[in-house]
């Protein structure tokens, strides 16, 4: 991967600038070589794009707020998307639909990519610290839930919240 160098300016930033560092914290990870040795089923022996590339696509993608696999598309002919996260080749929206329907399928990449996070977390002397509520230790963690439109469906009682409960949410 090339050298990046980050330095003061006056230039106009542009608001993906900061998938340089998501891309430098994922190459201090073995993730891309451990997802490239594992072959998926139901995939070629020679994918015209790589695991590393799927996954590090969805991860640029996720780190901007897009967690829709056709939001990629915008990214295809995107020098800097490409360069910042180390991909030698950005995945078509079909691709990545496809590939990480798969990857679902597999409890091999589940644990690549819990491994390769907690990591990422001991190899950057990452400083987690607690939150306390009566005396009791929480580590926060930034979660999202689910939300599904069911306008112009006929479902029955739906209503403010999943299942009517205040409260109440889904997580996948």
């Given at each position: 991967?090339?050298k990046?160098?980050?330095?003061a300016?006056?230039?106009?930033?542009?608001a993906?600038s900061?998938?340089?560092?998501v891309?430098?914290?994922?190459?201090?990870?073995?993730?891309?070589?451990?997802?490239?040795?594992?072959?998926l089923?139901?995939?070629?022996?020679?994918p015209v794009?790589?695991?590393?590339?799927v996954?590090?696509?969805?991860?640029?993608l996720l780190?901007q707020?897009?967690?829709?696999?056709?939001?990629?598309?915008?990214f295809?002919?995107?020098?800097?998307?490409?360069?910042?996260?180390?991909?030698?080749?950005v995945p078509s929206?079909p691709?990545?639909?496809?590939?990480?329907?798969?990857?679902?399928l597999?409890?091999?990449?589940?644990?690549?990519?819990?491994?390769?996070?907690?990591n990422?977390i001991r190899n950057?002397?990452a400083?987690?610290?607690p939150?306390?509520a009566?005396d009791k230790?929480?580590?926060?963690?930034?979660?999202?839930v689910?939300p599904?439109?069911?306008?112009?469906?006929?479902?029955?009682?739906?209503?403010?919240?999943?299942?009517?409960?205040?409260?109440?949410?889904?997580?996948f």
């Open positions: 991967m090339k990046l160098v980050i330095e300016t006056k230039e106009r930033i542009v993906q900061g998938l340089a560092i891309g430098n914290l994922l190459n201090l990870t073995n993730l891309a070589s451990r997802l490239n040795a594992y072959r089923p139901d995939i070629s022996r020679n794009c790589s695991n590393a590339d996954a590090k696509s969805y991860i640029g780190c707020g897009k967690s829709d696999y056709d939001n990629i598309e915008t295809r002919e995107d020098a800097f998307f490409a360069l910042a996260l180390d991909i030698q080749r929206s691709t990545l639909r496809q590939r990480l329907d798969q990857a679902a597999t409890e091999k990449w589940k644990a690549i990519l819990h491994e390769e996070s907690l990422l950057t002397n400083e987690i610290s939150v306390y009566k230790p929480y580590i926060p963690v930034d979660l999202d689910s599904f439109d069911n306008s112009k469906t006929k479902k029955e009682g739906v209503e403010r919240t999943y299942k009517g409960c205040d409260g109440y949410a889904p997580m």
